[in-house]
């Protein structure tokens, strides 16, 4: 079975661009969670999805947008990029949006913004 | 959300159990006890979760003190691929959402 895809997989921006990650979940999972990954440091929270539906949202400011499509991919949008949102982008889905869900996480995007 | 502690690193035999621990003194009665680890270069991958008794899967054990203060993961052989950074997390029970808070979990090293 595929695993969580996203796209693509590393990605070079300059400082105030835009930028669109990709992500497909597992196949039946209905809830699409977004992380952001700074070197040295765990995955943090920035959004989750569930059933199109915003479930939450992580301490990021509002130039980090993400949404959810009919067919439960997602996407996540950073504008005006800054130094500091160099990371590594994670996207994990789960079947449900409850604590009793395990995340599957995919490898992520590695973003650098020069 | 309730804190963990765990060590910063770790290290082990090839083949020998490992036991990791993880201390969460200000955990709730409804709080979740979830792992994770995450290999080089990879996305985290879950490993196991439980509430209150000890669970057991192909991955490892999770055994969970009676007070719930504390847990300990148990991986009964390692091998060279357990080699990554463990994450002990706890998730509020009846939440709207299964969003995970990381720490920076434990580096674990495993020697041939």
């Known amino acids: 079975d595929a695993g969580v895809t996203q796209s693509p997989t590393h990605l070079i921006k300059t400082r105030g661009q835009h930028v669109t990650l990709r992500c497909s979940p597992i196949?039946?999972?209905?809830?699409v969670s977004w992380y952001q990954q700074v070197l040295g440091q765990g995955p943090q929270f920035i959004f989750q999805?569930?059933?199109?539906?915003?479930?939450g949202r992580g301490n990021f400011p509002d130039r980090f947008s993400a949404r959810q499509f009919p067919n439960y991919s997602s996407e996540l949008n950073v504008n005006a990029l800054l130094l500091g949102d160099s990371a590594l982008y994670l996207c994990?889905?789960?079947?449900?949006?409850?604590?009793?869900?395990?995340?599957?996480f995919g490898n992520g995007t590695r973003l650098t913004v020069t | 959300d309730a804190k963990t502690t765990q060590p910063n690193s770790m290290e082990s035999n090839e083949e020998e159990p490992v036991h990791l621990p993880c201390n969460h003194s200000?955990?709730?009665?409804?709080?979740?006890i979830h792992w994770y680890r995450q290999l080089p270069s990879q996305g985290p991958e879950y490993v196991i979760h439980?509430?209150?008794s000890n669970v057991n899967n192909r991955m490892a054990s999770l055994a969970i003190a009676e007070d719930r203060k504390s847990s300990t993961l148990i991986l009964h052989r390692a091998t060279l691929r357990d080699a990554a950074v463990y994450y002990c997390?706890?998730?509020?029970?009846?939440?709207?959402?299964?969003?995970?808070?990381f720490g920076t979990g434990t580096l674990l090293a495993v020697q041939p």
């Open positions: 994990a889905s789960s079947f449900r949006d409850r604590e009793s869900s395990p995340l599957h």
């Open positions: 196949s039946g999972h209905k809830s």
């Open positions: 999805y569930y059933e199109k539906e915003e479930r």
């Open positions: 200000t955990i709730s009665g409804t709080d979740y």
């Open positions: 439980g509430l209150t």
């Open positions: 997390i706890l998730s509020a029970y009846g939440g709207a959402t299964n969003k995970l808070i």
